[in-house]
């Protein structure tokens, strides 16, 4: 058992002249004077991005924004050159693990189509050691590509028919060490307990789970050891405890997810004396307001167990993250396959003790640069009438081949489909989590155009890219809304579930996604300058129908009691994203997935997307 020292360095001096800096070789039998170096890389929240960003699509993450980066093939020629380097330097006592913390589908037309089948094909080309389940990974429910959860006219009637197929693909693991069947949990006596899907809380107080008894899905494991340089390193999964409220319930509502801090302290138990280090990857992660992913770790350090945990690699808030918690290094790295991170623990194995560390997160992957934020670890040649090449640990990255032929051969596949015009962008067309935009004013309105309801809601964590000035393709509008979520009419909405679903969406601050919505103005007042997350202060001041007819108004009082027939999504509908106010209003039908059903109309009328807001969503309040 080690006992732990993590050291910020600041210019990255010590060990770190060891691992990437010297150009001499070095004897490996000598390099590291009785110590190992064990390199975690980490990706999370890939969401399809098999393929190279375009050169356009820059990111408020880059440093050298318009250039051509990430993808499967390239990354897969960055871990090459990092396990090669390390190898040649240090022979067997440095080693690599890599990991993912979840959601690597959903996102993509040419992931979706084959039901992940494609990313999980260019990973074990890559050579993960084990990936997390996220949320998102649920998504796709039975085999089918245009269906996400089971009906009457299924030919799979298997809620996680896609899932389990990807599952047996796999050369590496699944790990969810936090996901149990509802069926299996019992109490100290053994009998059924029945739980709510967040956190496996027994519906019954009195209730005390037997946690020995409890089972996770055959495709499910807690967690993987694996020997690298003489150390045993356990990589324990989690994932997140909100899953059956942020994927299609129907697919999830046999599973429960345990608390995520409870769950980790178990396995950690299970495994003392089996493993010498501990790596969480666990789906869940910080932002730049709100920290769950710290909170976790410290609660995790601070449960008196002796050096419980060593380095965390993180995921579903799609934020770059480097954080230092509690001694721990917690890295995320952004979202959508441009992106990576990496932690070194440099371990002396006489004294048993991690003696320095460092992290990267969100090094953008470019074929022909490096970002500054990871010049310590990535050198570039050429260049002044040269073609530039590219060094990871002195070796040149070069990319897969095999995964290029892959995407090529899928890319053929799905031409006749991604390259049908919708319509044209008079502009970029842009989305917002929190505030209205136009992008969520485009699709609304064209939702309630089709459904012919009094409004229309999505929720703005279904739009999920911005859609480029120019022609608009089955593709672009596949990128923003990549979900097989039907479209559905609700009625008869009363005005309280009404105003009720509306306050919900103005508290937004970005802990979830906000309503953009169709066939209303709404003014309200919110704060997010003061609150991080939520503000469940912010009220809403006047609420009117696109003809002036008064819905609500806090200053008179006036409350209508009309009732209101509203086109949503069955993910809303069902209580997705914790928007439950539409639980109450039945479902009277069923159009159909909602950008499909936007694709047949915009196939026969193409639509001129408009880069400009309309103030149907004014917030009176500070910004």
Same mark, same amino acid.
């Given at each position: ?247 299609? @319930? ?6 429960? #997810?345990? /608390?995520? *801090? +409870? $769950?980790?302290?178990? !396995? ?90 460092? @992290? ?6 470019? #074929?022909? /640069?490096? *970002? +500054? $934020?990871?010049?310590? !670890? ?246």
């Amino acid at each position: 058992m080690f006992s732990r020292r993590f050291v910020v360095l600041a210019s990255f001096l010590n060990i770190f002249v060891l691992i990437s800096m010297g150009a001499s070789k070095c004897d490996p039998s000598q390099s590291l004077e009785g110590s190992r170096v064990i390199t975690i890389l980490g990706t999370n929240d890939i969401h399809g991005g098999v393929e190279p960003a375009a050169k356009e699509d820059e990111n408020e993450n880059d440093d050298i924004p318009g250039k051509q980066k990430g993808g499967m093939a390239i990354f897969g020629g960055i871990v090459n050159a990092i396990k090669q380097g390390l190898k040649n330097k240090y022979g067997d006592q440095a080693g690599v693990l890599l990991v993912d913390a979840g959601d690597q589908f959903q996102g993509t037309l040419i992931s979706n189509i084959n039901e992940g089948q494609l990313v999980f094909q260019a990973m074990n080309e890559i050579g993960y050691d084990a990936v997390v389940t996220g949320n998102h990974d649920f998504d796709f429910g039975p085999l089918g590509w245009l269906e996400d959860q089971v009906t009457p006219d299924s030919k799979d009637k298997n809620p996680r028919g896609a899932l389990e197929r990807v599952a047996a693909q796999a050369s590496f693991p699944l790990l969810s060490g936090n996901t149990f069947l509802k069926n299996s949990i019992r109490d100290l006596k053994g009998n059924s307990v029945e739980v709510a899907g967040f956190g496996c809380k027994p519906l019954d107080d009195h209730a005390v789970i037997d946690w020995s008894k409890a089972r996770r899905p055959d495709i499910l494991h807690a967690y993987k050891i694996k020997t690298v340089s003489d150390l045993r390193v356990a990589m324990i999964g989690l994932d997140n405890m909100s899953t059956p409220s942020t994927t299609t @319930a129907a697919n999830v509502s046999d599973l429960c #997810f345990r /608390d995520e *801090v +409870e $769950s980790y302290l178990q !396995i950690r138990d299970e495994l003392e004396g089996k493993a010498d280090l501990f790596v969480l990857v666990i789906h869940n992660g910080n932002t730049n307001k709100t920290f769950e992913i710290s909170n976790i770790v410290r609660k995790i350090v601070k449960s008196g167990k002796n050096r419980v945990l060593d380095a965390v690699v993180s995921g579903h808030t799609h934020f770059v993250r480097n954080d230092v918690v509690e001694g721990i290094p917690v890295i995320q790295s952004g979202s959508g396959g441009t992106k990576f991170g990496r932690i070194d623990l440099v371990v002396d194995v006489k004294a048993q003790k991690i003696t320095d560390s460092h @992290a990267w997160a969100g090094v953008v992957m470019h #074929f022909d /640069d490096c *970002v +500054e $934020s990871a010049k310590d !670890i990535c050198k570039v040649q050429g260049g002044h009438g040269e073609p530039k090449k590219v060094f990871y640990e002195d070796v040149e990255v070069a990319p897969l081949e095999s995964i290029a032929k892959l995407i090529e051969s899928e890319r053929k596949n799905i031409a006749s489909i991604a390259e049908r015009k919708l319509g044209i962008a008079v502009g970029d067309i842009k989305g917002n989590r929190v505030d209205e935009s136009a992008l969520g004013d485009s699709l609304s309105d064209l939702f309630r155009e089709l459904s012919s309801a009094d409004i229309a809601f999505l929720n703005t964590g279904g739009l999920r890219a911005p859609i480029k000035k120019g022609d608009v393709l089955y593709e672009d509008l596949f990128k923003v809304l990549p979900f097989a979520n039907q479209g559905v009419i609700l009625s008869p909405m009363t005005t309280k579930s009404l105003l009720a679903i509306l306050k919900r969406s103005i508290q937004s601050c970005g802990d979830y996604g906000s309503l953009m919505q169709s066939g209303l103005r709404v003014t309200f007042t919110r704060d997010c300058v003061s609150n991080a997350g939520v503000d469940h202060k912010a009220k809403l001041v006047k609420v009117t129908t696109l003809s002036g007819e008064v819905i609500f108004d806090a200053e008179s009082g006036a409350q209508s009691q009309r009732t209101f027939n509203v086109a949503t999504l069955d993910f809303l509908a069902a209580g997705g994203s914790g928007y439950t106010g539409f639980a109450g209003t039945p479902i009277t039908k069923t159009l159909g997935i909602l950008r499909e059903i936007m694709v047949a109309q915009l196939l026969s009328q193409p639509k001129t997307f408009s880069d400009q807001i309309d103030d149907r969503l004014k917030n009176l309040g500070p910004k």
